[in-house]
C-alpha cells in the first residue's frame, strides 16, 4: 500500500506525533499490511533519525501480531525490520520461538532444527536466516505432505531419514523412491489443499461424487490447480484412477461442455475455467476479433452454440470478410460461406452467396484448395453438381487434387456412374507425382476393385514401389503405402492380373525397389514364381564370377549386416528424437540411406545364392567358355584381347566382358580359326587361353 502524501509529509518534518497516529490508525485497519509498516518504521529510524520511537511502534505491531497468532507474519516481519526490534542474541532467540510456534506440531520439526543446526552461532543473524530458510524448505517435505515429481505423478512423504539425509516418497504411479534433502527443492513440488493431485490423496470421495454427478465441477477442479491451461491430455493424467480409461470419451465429453470451459490456442487445444459465463463469452469474442479467418471459422465451430448474439457477431463478422475477400482470395471466401451454410443451415444467404460464387469461378479447384474441413468440401462437390453443367470435367480437375480419401470415393463414385472415370485413373497412373494423395488412394482402393487393377496391373506395381522409395513427394504417405505390401493389399492382389512377360518386368522391379524391405520382397516375388513357375527357372541362372569377386561382395554384405544398416538405423533414432518428421532433413536423409541400405543387402544376398566360381581347369583352349582370354586378329594385322567373365568381373573398357553381354555370348563356345564380326571389322580367333595366364 502507497503513502499517502500527508503521512509522507509528516515523516519529512518529523512530526513523529502524526506517524503515531497513522500506524496506530492502521493497525487496527489492517495488521497485516507488513509492506506499510515496513515502509512507516524504516522511515522514522533514517529519516526522521529517530530509532527508539521505531523499535516502539514496532513493538505494538509485534505485540498485536503475538496477540492474534499470526507467527507467519510475524516471522516475515523480523526478516524485513527486525534489526530495529532486537539486538544481539536476542534476535535468534525470537527467530527460534516464532519458528516453533508455526512449526512446531510437525513430525520431523525438532529433529530438522538440529540437522540444520540452528541453534549454534546465536550471534550470527544473516547465518541464522540461512539455516531457517533451510528448515522451511525441508519442513515443506514433512511426514504426510502430498508431493508431485515431474514423470513420477504424485506421492505422499512417508518418512524422513535424517541419517541418509533423505525423504521417502511412496507414489501411486511408482512406489517407493528416495529423494535426498540437497535435491528435494528441486525435484519435489509440495501440492496446495485445493489441488486436484492433493485431492486424490485425501479427498477422494468428494472427487468419485464430483465425477459421478457433475463432471464440469471436477474438471474445474483440475483446471483451476494449474497457472496456466491444460491439453486434455494431460487432464486425463491428472485424472488417471479416477476416471478410467473406458469412461473416459463420455466423462469427457461431458464435462467440457460447461460453458465455462474455454479451449484456447490454435494448435494443440488446451482448456481453462473462466471466472463466469459471461467472461468466457467474452474471451471468446476478443480471441475470434484478432483471428485469422481459419481460426474464426473454427471458433464458430467450436462456440456457435454457445450463446445466441455471440453467434450472430460471429456470423456476421465472417460474412464481411467473406464478401471483401472474395475477388482476391475465393477460396477462403468460400470456407467462410461453407461455415456459415453448416452453422445457419441450408438455403439460407450463405447457400446464396455459394451458388453464385460457384457459378462464377472458372477454375474450381482454387475454392476446393481454401476449404479445410472435409465434410464442407464434400458439400461444395456436391453443390457443384447440382448447379455446374460441366460438373464432369470439374470433378475430373478436383479428384487429381483430392487427398481425403472420403471426398476421392465421392467424385469417383459420380465419375464412374456417368464412365468418366477410367481416363481420370490412367492420367493418376501415368503422373502420380503431380497428385500424389491420389494415387495414394487409387493404389488403396485397387485392392477391392478387380477392373481398376485390371487396367494396366504392371504400370501400377511398378508405379507404387517407385512411390514407396520417393520419400519428398509421398513420405507422408508412407505409411498408407506399405499396407499396399501387407497380405490383402494392391501389390500381392495385382501379381494375379500379370502376364507371364510382365510378371519377368515385376520380378525385377521388385528386386530393385529401394521402397520395401526384404521380408517385404520375398513374399512378393514367391507367389509370382507359385503362379508363374518357369519364372523360377529364369532365375536360378547362374551368376559366373572369380573367386576374389566373390569374396568382395560376401566382405561387402557382412559390412551392411553388421556396420552400416544397424549404425543407419541408430542415426533414424537420433534423427527421429530432433523432432517434428515432416521438417527434419537428418530423419529424411537416415530414411533414403536406410531404403538404398536395405535394396542394396537384399541385391547381394539374392545374386551370391546363385553365384558361381569360375573354373580355370574348365578352360583348355579348345573353344571359348566363360573364363578364357581370346586373342582375335583382323585382315589387316590389329589384334584384340577379349576376356569373357561375369558380371560382377566386367569391364568393357579393358575388354573384360561379362558372359551376359551379347558380344560374349555371340563368342562362347567358338573355335580356334572362327571369325566373327566386332563393330563392323571381321575378326578372327587366333588362340584361347585361361584368364588368369599372366
Known amino acids: 500500500m502507497a503513502l499517502s502524501e500527508a503521512l509522507r509529509n509528516h515523516l519529512a518534518l518529523a512530526n513523529l506525533d502524526a506517524v503515531e497516529s497513522a500506524w496506530l490508525a492502521h493497525l487496527e485497519e489492517n495488521p497485516t499490511d507488513l509492506d506499510f509498516f515496513t515502509e512507516v518504521s524504516r522511515a522514522v529510524a533514517t529519516e526522521a533519525g ?158 468419485e461424487t464430483l465425477r459421478d454427478k457433475q463432471p464440469a465441477e471436477l474438471l474445474r477442479s483440475v483446471l483451476e490447480s494449474y497457472d496456466s491451461p491444460r491439453t486434455g491430455a494431460e487432464v486425463r493424467r491428472d485424472l488417471a484412477g479416477l476416471v478410467t480409461e473406458k469412461g473416459w470419451s463420455s466423462w469427457w465429453a461431458a464435462a467440457r461442455k460447461h460453458p465455462q470451459v474455454l479451449a484456447v490456442g490454435d494448435g494443440r487445444r488446451s482448456y481453462r475455467w473462466a471466472a463466469s459465463t459471461e467472461d468466457a463469452d467474452e474471451e471468446v469474442w476478443r480471441t475470434f476479433k484478432r483471428g485469422k479467418v481459419p481460426a474464426r471459422i473454427e471458433l464458430l465451430r467450436r462456440h456457435g452454440a454457445r450463446e445466441k448474439n455471440l453467434a450472430e457477431r460471429m456470423c456476421v463478422s465472417l460474412a464481411q470478410s467473406a464478401r471483401k475477400t472474395e475477388s482476391k482470395n475465393p477460396g477462403e471466401a468460400c470456407a467462410i460461406w461453407l461455415a456459415l451454410e453448416k452453422h445457419q443451415g441450408q438455403d439460407t444467404d450463405a447457400t446464396a452467396e455459394l451458388l453464385e460464387l460457384i457459378g462464377e469461378t472458372k477454375d474450381l479447384r482454387v475454392l476446393a484448395r481454401g476449404v479445410d474441413d ?126 507371364s512377360e510382365q510378371a519377368k518386368r515385376a520380378v525385377r522391379a521388385i528386386e530393385r525397389s529401394g521402397g520395401i524391405e526384404r521380408y517385404q520382397r520375398d513374399p512378393l516375388i514367391s507367389s509370382i514364381h507359385l503362379k508363374f513357375p518357369a519364372l523360377r527357372k529364369d532365375d536360378e541362372q547362374p551368376l559366373y564370377a572369380t573367386s576374389e569377386a566373390i569374396a568382395e561382395k560376401r566382405a561387402e554384405l557382412k559390412a551392411l549386416l553388421e556396420e552400416e544398416i544397424p549404425a543407419n538405423r541408430k542415426a533414424i ?72 567373365l561375369g558380371p560382377w568381373n566386367s569391364d568393357p573398357e579393358n575388354d573384360i566382358l561379362s558372359n551376359e553381354s551379347e558380344l560374349a555370348k555371340r563368342m562362347l563356345a567358338m573355335e580356334v580359326g572362327k571369325s566373327l564380326d566386332i563393330a563392323g571389322t571381321a575378326m578372327r580367333i587366333e588362340r584361347i587361353e585361361r584368364w588368369d595366364i599372366a
Request: glycine share 6%; proline share 4%.
Open 374 to 499: 472435409r465434410g464442407n468440401r464434400e458439400r461444395l462437390y456436391e453443390l457443384i453438381r447440382t448447379h455446374r453443367d460441366d460438373w464432369l470435367e470439374r470433378y475430373a480437375e478436383l479428384l487429381a487434387q483430392e487427398a481425403d480419401s472420403r471426398p476421392l470415393d465421392l467424385l469417383a463414385a459420380q465419375l464412374d456412374e456417368h464412365e468418366a472415370l477410367g481416363p481420370v485413373l490412367d492420367i493418376l497412373l501415368t503422373q502420380p507425382r503431380k497428385s500424389p494423395g491420389a494415387f495414394v488412394w487409387l493404389v488403396e482402393r485397387s485392392a477391392k476393385h478387380d477392373t481398376w487393377r485390371q487396367r494396366n496391373p504392371l504400370r501400377l506395381l511398378e508405379q507404387t514401389l517407385w512411390a514407396l522409395a520417393d520419400s519428398p513427394t509421398f513420405g507422408v504417405f508412407r505409411v498408407r503405402l506399405q499396407t499396399s505390401v501387407e497380405s490383402g493389399g494392391a501389390l500381392p492382389k495385382l501379381i494375379g492380373d500379370l502376364t
Open 573 to 644: 533414432e537420433e534423427a527421429r528424437e530432433l523432432g517434428d518428421l515432416r521438417e527434419n532433413f537428418e530423419y529424411k536423409s537416415a530414411r533414403q540411406r536406410h531404403e538404398y541400405l536395405a535394396a542394396r543387402a537384399s541385391s547381394l544376398d539374392a545374386e551370391l545364392s546363385r553365384v558361381r566360381p569360375i573354373d580355370p581347369s574348365t578352360v583348355t583352349g579348345n573353344e571359348v567358355v566363360i573364363g578364357s582370354r581370346v586373342t582375335l586378329v583382323a585382315d589387316s594385322g590389329e589384334t584384340r584381347s577379349i576376356t569373357i
Open 50 to 207: 529517530d530509532p527508539s520511537t521505531a523499535e516502539l511502534l514496532l513493538d505494538m505491531l509485534d505485540e498485536n501480531l503475538q496477540g492474534d497468532e499470526r507467527w507467519v507474519e510475524r516471522l516475515k516481519l523480523m526478516r524485513a525490520v527486525g534489526d530495529l526490534m532486537f539486538q544481539g542474541s536476542e534476535m535468534h532467540e525470537e527467530i527460534l520461538y516464532t519458528l516453533e510456534k508455526i512449526y512446531g506440531e510437525r513430525t520431523s520439526f525438532s529433529l530438522l532444527l538440529e540437522k540444520v543446526g540452528l541453534k549454534r552461532a546465536i550471534n550470527d543473524t544473516p547465518k541464522t536466516w540461512q539455516k531457517a530458510d533451510r528448515l522451511e524448505t525441508l519442513l515443506s517435505y514433512d511426514v504426510g505432505t502430498i508431493v508431485h515429481m515431474e514423470g513420477k505423478g504424485s506421492g505422499r512423504v512417508t518418512d524422513v531419514n535424517m541419517a541418509l539425509e533423505s525423504f521417502l516418497v511412496t507414489f501411486e504411479q511408482i512406489g517407493d523412491l528416495r529423494v535426498g534433502f540437497a535435491a528435494a527443492a528441486k525435484l519435489l513440488r509440495p501440492l496446495a489443499p485445493g489441488h486436484i493431485l492433493r485431492r486424490k490423496h485425501d479427498d477422494r470421495e468428494a472427487l
